[in-house]
């Protein structure tokens, strides 16, 4: 059973950063699987933040390119999101994700609140 678990959220200032963790468990981790990052705000769609594909191609959304970087650690079974400059748009829940053959697999998410 595939189960993806993320940490890291929490409230910060304006300008400020975070790091995101997702651990990936029942699978054997691997940098065949695309990975990415989701978040949702309330009332809002869950939109692409950024993915990673095979390879170590990455992907952001034009809202986050030059201030946030996802990365992976296949030794660890580990995907990050580094997060700076955070502004208050950011604030939502962020989502990790994996494709996994044909198959979609999401966390639980985890809270992160850019306020002063």
């Known amino acids: 059973q595939v189960q993806l678990v993320e940490s890291g959220g929490g409230l910060v200032q304006p300008g400020g950063s975070l790091r995101l963790s997702c651990v990936a468990s029942g699978i054997m981790f691997s940098s065949r699987y695309a990975m990415g990052w989701y978040r949702q705000a309330p009332g809002k769609q869950r939109e692409l933040v950024a993915s990673?594909?095979?390879?170590?191609?990455?992907n952001y959304a034009n809202s986050v390119k030059g201030r946030f970087t996802i990365f992976r650690d296949n030794a660890k079974n580990t995907v990050y999101l580094q997060m700076n400059s955070l502004k208050p748009e950011d604030t939502a829940v962020y989502y990790c994700n994996a494709a996994i053959g044909t198959k979609g697999y999401w966390g639980q998410g985890t809270q992160v609140t850019v306020s002063s």
């Open positions: 990673i594909i095979s390879g170590g191609s990455t």
